[in-house]
């Protein structure tokens, strides 16, 4: 069974820094796209980032690119989100997800996704 | 960018109504759309992808169609489970994702 489960996140000021992490489980990891998906409280998703396979090509949405790096290490099948410069609006539920296959030209089907982990930026 | 715009924002249906969802995308994504559910306190699940393809697991209630600019999620006779909310994405522009506003089925 696949399974995703994403830790790190909490409370931080403006202006902080958080890392979250992401275990993968029950899927040959290094063969897929992963990536971060989030959603503010009682609205909608928005894309955060995506890293292919081999981790060699990232992705960002806009109002990330320059504070947020998505990275992963294959041998601990484990994907990561290091966020910078946190403000006020990437307040959220984090979520992490895996590309529904590994073939390059479906990419961009999210399954299965984690449970979240949710960041607050506050003073 | 395109932008999806869902209707209805809400869908009020007793179960074993028909519920009918909407997403107009603002330029063709051609089949490239996908339909997810999200209960609350939970993740969402991805239902429909390549506009009429059933994930894994998923009811034979669950349908979806369309291509271009217009797509529909239909669940035939809704069960008490299905009390959601739905989001339709579009990857046509790799790797960027976008997601519409959301339709919540709510029980009438």
């Known amino acids: 069974e696949v399974q995703l489960l994403e830790s790190g996140g909490g409370l931080v000021q403006p202006g902080g820094s958080l890392r979250l992490s992401c275990a993968a489980s029950g899927f040959t990891f290094s063969s897929y796209t992963m990536g971060w998906v989030r959603q503010a409280p009682g609205e909608g998703l928005q894309w955060v980032s995506t890293i292919n396979g081999p981790g060699g090509s990232t992705f960002y949405a806009d109002s990330v690119k320059g504070r947020f790096t998505i990275s992963r290490d294959n041998s601990k099948n484990t994907l990561y989100l290091q966020m910078n410069s946190l403000r006020a609006e990437d307040t959220a539920i984090y979520y992490c997800?895996?590309?529904?296959?590994?073939?390059?030209?479906?990419?961009?089907?999210?399954?299965?996704w984690g449970q979240g982990t949710l960041v607050t930026v506050s003073s | 960018e395109i932008v999806l715009t869902q209707s209805p924002a809400t869908l009020s249906l007793s179960p074993g109504e028909r519920a009918t969802l909407s997403c107009r995308a603002s330029?063709?994504?051609?089949?490239?759309l996908a339909w997810y559910q999200q209960k609350p306190g939970q993740a969402p699940r991805l239902l429909i992808y390549?506009?009429?393809n059933r994930a894994t697991g998923i009811p034979a209630r669950f349908s979806g169609s369309g291509s271009g600019t217009d797509f529909t999620l239909t669940i035939n006779s809704v069960e008490p489970e299905d009390f959601a909310v739905y989001y339709c994405q579009h990857r046509s522009h790799w790797p960027s994702l976008t997601f519409g506003g959301g339709t919540k089925v709510e029980i009438k």
């Open positions: 390549d506009a009429s």
């Open positions: 330029q063709s994504v051609s089949s490239y």
């Open positions: 997800a895996k590309d529904l296959v590994a073939a390059v030209d479906r990419r961009g089907w999210l399954d299965p």
